[in-house]
């Protein structure tokens, strides 16, 4: 059973870079055909994709935040990081890691609230 | 980007009532669409894929019909376990996108 969990810096100042790793166990990240993606969640509202890696490396970011995000994958740890600069107050939010199978999302981590204050 | 449009917003009812969501998508996305069910503090769960495809050990109480730009999900008979926030989700074009949610709620 595939699992993912999220972990990093719940309080990041506005400005700052928003730094959070996914750790996945149950399997490798480097195996099979696999989008490991970000996915956020403000308070209360609905579900935006931030990005996406492929097995192979190639990446794919939410045009409106392309500018300021950076995915990237350390497969010796079986890990995968986002990285979302210059952040503000609209950055807060609940930031779900996930595994994509055939462009469904079939696992998910438990999410990390990161709020966004000086 | 595709935009996904849900309604309603917000649904009240019973349990045993049947229940209708829609998602309407701004352009033709075939069948290329999920149905997410997310309750409080969790993550979301797949319910079904490709417009109408159960996803393994989802009861069979929920349905999910439509293709092109108009969608649905349907609960037959509503249940306790049920009254959380669904969302639908497109994977026809290059990047995915998901509508605003649908909560229902206890009547």
């Known amino acids: 059973q595939v699992q993912l969990q999220e972990s990093g810096p719940g309080l990041v100042k506005p400005s700052q870079t928003l730094s959070l790793t996914c750790t996945v166990s149950?399997?490798?990240?480097?195996?099979?055909?696999?989008?490991w993606s970000w996915i956020r969640q403000p308070a209360g509202k609905g579900l935006e994709w931030i990005g996406r890696i492929y097995t192979s490396g190639s990446t794919n970011y939410n045009p409106s935040l392309k500018s300021r995000v950076t995915i990237s994958v350390d497969t010796s740890k079986n890990q995968f990081s986002l990285k979302l600069s210059s952040v503000t107050a609209a950055d807060t939010a609940v930031y779900y890691c996930a595994r994509v199978r055939d462009y469904l999302v079939d696992y998910w981590g438990q999410g990390t609230l990161v709020t966004v204050s000086s | 980007d595709i935009q996904m449009t849900q309604s309603p917003s917000t649904l009240s009812a019973s349990v045993g009532d049947r229940v209708t969501i829609t998602c309407r998508a701004s352009?033709?996305?075939?069948?290329?669409l999920a149905w997410y069910q997310q309750k409080p503090g969790k993550a979301p769960k797949l319910l079904i894929y490709k417009a109408s495809s159960l996803e393994s050990g989802v009861p069979s109480r929920f349905s999910g019909s439509g293709s092109g730009t108009e969608f649905t999900l349907t609960i037959s008979s509503l249940q306790p376990d049920d009254f959380a926030t669904y969302y639908c989700q497109q994977y026809n074009s290059y990047w995915w996108t998901f509508g605003q949610g649908t909560k229902v709620e206890i009547k």
């Open positions: 352009q033709s996305i075939s069948s290329w």
């Open positions: 149950g399997g490798s990240i480097s195996s099979g055909s696999y989008y």
